[in-house]
């Protein structure tokens, strides 16, 4: 593959990775990984919720189908269907008529970055919030009637955790190690760049003739994921 296919395929990887709303568990995680094997065989498994590895319990799986703040005339100030940062990750389920008073302590900002969403996770602790731009915020401040506030998300207890996997053996035992984070939402420095860096790397270690080493290659959710890996 020469350099600019090689871009054109990474570019590709980017722009149908990047829209996938990714967590900690969940439908996000295996749409990804199901991806991932267009380019590299990759194995997967199921960790189920509230297992215990080592010291950590695997939390229950959690979906979002919708979640949005509209305005008095139902228009969407911020809707997670145009960026699915905007909720805070593994928030509870939330159907409510709000004043921005009651609402702000829920709003998460970057006042320094006024055109950024931040990236804010409540996985081990059960609450809810919204993740907005400094403009977002203005506009719900300055809203003149009730907010009306909606995540549309569940939690399983029946669900899972899903770690993908491929192992080339090489013609000795030792191995090289390498794992990539694969719960990011759309955050393309912090977590896509390594999970396409990885496929790509396995991609050519897979087609190349039988390595030294072994290699295994982990797609995990961070922390939690090498742990139940391990436990």
């Given at each position: 593959m020469n350099a600019i296919s090689e871009l054109s395929v990474i570019r590709e990887m980017?722009?149908?990775?990047?829209?996938?709303?990714?967590?900690?568990?969940?439908?996000?995680?295996?749409?990804?990984?199901?991806?991932?094997?267009?380019?590299?065989?990759?194995?997967?498994?199921?960790?189920?919720?509230?297992?215990?590895?080592?010291?950590?319990?695997?939390?229950?799986?959690?979906?979002?189908?919708?979640a949005w703040i509209a305005g008095p005339t139902g228009e969407r100030l911020v809707d997670f269907e145009e960026c699915n940062l905007h909720v805070v990750g593994y928030s509870t389920p939330v159907n409510e008529r709000l004043t921005f008073t009651?609402?702000?302590?829920?709003?998460?900002?970057?006042?320094?970055?006024?055109?950024?969403?931040?990236?804010?996770?409540?996985?081990?602790?059960?609450?809810?919030?919204?993740?907005?731009?400094?403009?977002?915020?203005?506009?719900?401040?300055?809203?003149?009637?009730?907010?009306?506030?909606?995540i549309d998300s569940k939690?399983?207890?029946?669900?899972?955790?899903?770690?993908?996997?491929?192992?080339?053996?090489?013609?000795?035992?030792?191995?090289?190690?390498?794992?990539?984070?694969?719960?990011?939402?759309?955050?393309?420095?912090d977590n896509l760049s390594g999970v396409v860096t990885t496929t790509l790397l396995a991609s050519e270690v897979h087609k190349s003739a039988k390595p030294i080493h072994t290699w295994r290659f982990l797609f995990v959710p961070e922390t939690i994921g090498p742990i139940a890996y391990r436990g």
């Open positions: 980017l722009n149908n990775l990047f829209p996938i709303a990714r967590s900690l568990t969940g439908e996000g995680n295996r749409r990804t990984l199901e991806y991932l094997q267009q380019f590299v065989p990759i194995t997967t498994r199921e960790i189920p919720s509230g297992q215990k590895v080592f010291d950590w319990v695997v939390p229950d799986e959690w979906e979002i189908r919708a009651e609402l702000e302590p829920r709003l998460h900002t970057l006042p320094d970055l006024p055109h950024a969403v931040p990236y804010r996770t409540s996985y081990y602790k059960r609450d809810w919030g919204f993740c907005v731009t400094q403009e977002q915020y203005q506009r719900l401040k300055a809203s003149p009637g009730p907010l009306e506030v909606v939690f399983d207890a029946k669900g899972s955790l899903t770690i993908g996997e491929l192992v080339v053996p090489g013609s000795r035992k030792e191995e090289i190690l390498v794992s990539t984070y694969i719960c990011h939402p759309s955050m393309a420095n």
